[in-house]
């Protein structure tokens, strides 16, 4: 009986004793956890000022999203067999060069996208992967400074396609103007003198014009997250309809080993595409003008893996 009490003791006392080293424990980790956010604060005022010091940078991150499936005999549904697809890619980079008085910055942008959708029962069905997605921007901005905020600035800006339709239409504005950097990785361009220069086959819809370019850019890399806004804007001096914008917003999120998640959506208006595609498309309206199509706003979205170079 005695051993019995002595051991029921003992046990008692250990886990007294366990319980009490666990609440201590709990009590130490706190103030760690503290200093680990002002390591990490003074890590990332580092980081910035590292930003801010001459010379070139460079990064680029990608996204990469698929979807691919297959039925048999999988009759709730109107084609029961069938095999389907989605790949989308999306690359984001840069290389920048800050100097004490001047500074050139260059981006580029590319997303390509392929569906895929074969009805087996159907002999004449197309079963092969179909161009749906093709951005494709390069931008190049150089500035002399005046003083640590603004600067004289000229601007090239080249947008197209790659898969369908290279350079039909193509897009290149060059300008001059006022670039304005408030903060580290915020850049705010506004050109009241630049030239939008479109490329194409048909001349009767897309014109060249001059106009105001406004460029706003946001990219910036916070611990595991890169996170990039462009938009660029051209407002035409000639005719509301040859004015046209593009908003792009990436976003990737790193998990292990540079690989993550990532999102990008992306939003256009565009009359002089509105129009062409209403006069050469699936279902040919011969008249379609400015005046009388819709417009509607062009949008995407890709989601799947990340990879940060």
């Known amino acids: 009986m005695k051993n019995i009490l002595l051991l029921t003791a003992l046990f008692l006392s250990c886990a007294f004793g366990f319980g009490q080293t666990e609440e201590e424990l709990k009590a130490q980790l706190a103030p760690k956890k503290d200093s680990i956010k002002?390591?990490?604060?003074?890590?990332?005022?580092?980081?910035?000022?590292?930003?801010?010091?001459?010379?070139?940078?460079?990064?680029?991150?990608?996204?990469?999203?698929?979807?691919?499936?297959?039925?048999?005999?999988?009759?709730?549904q109107g084609t029961p067999n069938n095999s389907s697809g989605n790949i989308?890619?999306?690359?984001?980079?840069?290389?920048?060069?800050?100097?004490?008085?001047?500074?050139?910055?260059?981006?580029g942008n590319l997303n390509l996208g392929w569906v895929k959708f074969d009805d087996k029962d159907d002999p004449d069905d197309d079963d092969s992967f179909k161009q749906a997605t093709d951005v494709f921007t390069i931008t190049s901005l150089y500035g002399r400074k005046l003083n640590e905020k603004f600067a004289i600035s000229a601007l090239g800006e080249y947008r197209t396609t790659i898969l369908n339709n290279f350079n039909d239409p193509g897009y290149l504005d060059l300008g001059v103007g006022a670039t304005w950097t408030p903060i580290t990785d915020l850049v705010v361009v506004i050109h009241p003198l630049n030239y939008n220069f479109v490329f194409s086959s048909n001349d009767a819809v897309f014109e060249s014009s001059l106009g105001a370019k406004i460029v706003a850019d946001y990219t910036r890399k916070i611990g595991k997250v890169n996170?990039?806004?462009?938009?660029?804007?051209?407002?035409?001096?000639?005719?509301?309809?040859?004015?046209?914008?593009?908003?792009?917003?990436?976003?990737?999120?790193?998990?292990?080993?540079?690989?993550?998640?990532?999102?990008e959506f992306g939003l256009r208006n565009n009359k002089q595409e509105a129009l062409n595609y209403a006069l050469n498309g699936p279902t040919p309206d011969a008249n379609a003008t400015f005046d009388n199509i819709d417009n509607d706003l062009q949008t995407y979205v890709l989601f799947g893996l990340n990879y940060a170079f």
């Open 38 to 76: 002002a390591i990490q604060a003074r890590v990332d005022a580092i980081k910035a000022e590292i930003a801010t010091l001459p010379g070139w940078k460079k990064g680029a991150f990608g996204t990469i999203g698929a979807n691919i499936s297959s039925f048999n005999n999988w009759y709730a």
């Open 227 to 263: 996170f990039k806004t462009n938009l660029s804007m051209f407002q035409s001096y000639k005719s509301s309809n040859l004015s046209n914008y593009t908003w792009i917003n990436s976003l990737g999120y790193t998990l292990w080993n540079g690989i993550g998640l990532g999102f």
């Open 88 to 107: 989308g890619v999306t690359v984001n980079g840069f290389a920048n060069l800050q100097q004490d008085k001047f500074f050139w910055r260059n981006s």
